[in-house]
């Protein structure tokens, strides 16, 4: 079935380093791609998205390239800051025979900054 | 503008206890969704709605209960509490229930606990 890797966490970071967090995935068709993070006592919120092969999402520093060849989302950004500090899931979701969508979430990296 | 408004926020029920966690989303959107998240593996779908009086089964709807009587309102109900479904549940919705078109917004999560 289909299904998402992320690197085990926590990861910790000292201000202004480079973050790379990587994710690949198992899909059968042609997937959309999404990286979501979480904030402290928050829902998650989407914070970019590829929907085919070569796409590059981008959204307030954060960047991440859909690699069909190594089926891979890695999520990067160049310099982190505190406010930086969450959870990231990397998704990515199927149209069924159906129409329907299927959403699989990876388990989550939990991203700690220190000043 | 509120978004996705989930409450309690926390809840502690005993074994055999019945509950229903409130989602209201002011939107308009057409889907709305269920997710519970455990530790270690990811968000898993429960129950989605694409419309008022339309209701599915996700990816782990056992022990559990929905209705959409109302475009703003998706309530899920616990019928007899297990110490299994100790979890963080989210409550999601969009336009359209397809993610590449349309993002997921969620609320802040209700943190439930079985004893």
């Known amino acids: 079935g289909d299904s998402v890797t992320q690197m085990e966490g926590p990861v910790t970071l000292s201000e202004e380093a480079f973050l790379t967090i990587n994710c690949t995935y198992t899909?059968?068709?042609?997937?959309?791609l999404f990286w979501y993070v979480q904030y402290p006592g928050e829902g998650l919120q989407l914070l970019l998205k590829?929907?085919?092969?070569?796409d590059k999402g981008s959204n307030k520093g954060f960047e991440a390239t859909y690699r069909k060849e190594t089926t891979s989302f890695h999520l990067e950004k160049g310099s982190v800051q505190v406010s930086d500090s969450a959870v990231y899931f990397c998704?990515?979701?199927?149209?069924?025979?159906?129409?329907?969508?299927?959403?699989?979430f990876g388990t989550g990296t939990r991203l700690t900054i220190i000043p | 503008n509120a978004g996705v408004t989930q409450t309690p926020k926390f809840q502690v029920l005993k074994t055999g206890q019945s509950m229903t966690l409130q989602c209201a989303q002011d939107?308009?959107?057409?889907?709305m969704s269920w997710y519970r998240q455990d530790p270690g593996m990811g968000l898993r779908l429960i129950h989605y709605?694409?419309?008022?009086?339309?209701?599915d089964q996700g990816e782990v709807p056992n022990g559990y209960n929905v209705s959409r009587s109302t475009t703003e309102d998706f309530p899920l109900r616990l019928l007899s509490a297990a110490p299994s479904q100790t979890s963080v549940y989210f409550c999601?919705?969009?336009?359209?229930?397809?993610?590449?078109?349309?993002?997921?917004?969620f609320g802040n999560g209700t943190r439930l606990t079985v004893t």
């Open positions: 998704a990515l979701s199927i149209i069924s025979n159906f129409g329907n969508e299927k959403l699989t």
């Open positions: 999601a919705s969009s336009q359209d229930g397809y993610s590449y078109n349309s993002p997921l917004h």
């Open positions: 709605s694409v419309g008022a009086g339309i209701t």
């Open positions: 939107m308009n959107h057409e889907y």
């Open positions: 899909a059968t068709g042609y997937p959309s």
């Open positions: 590829a929907t085919k092969a070569d």
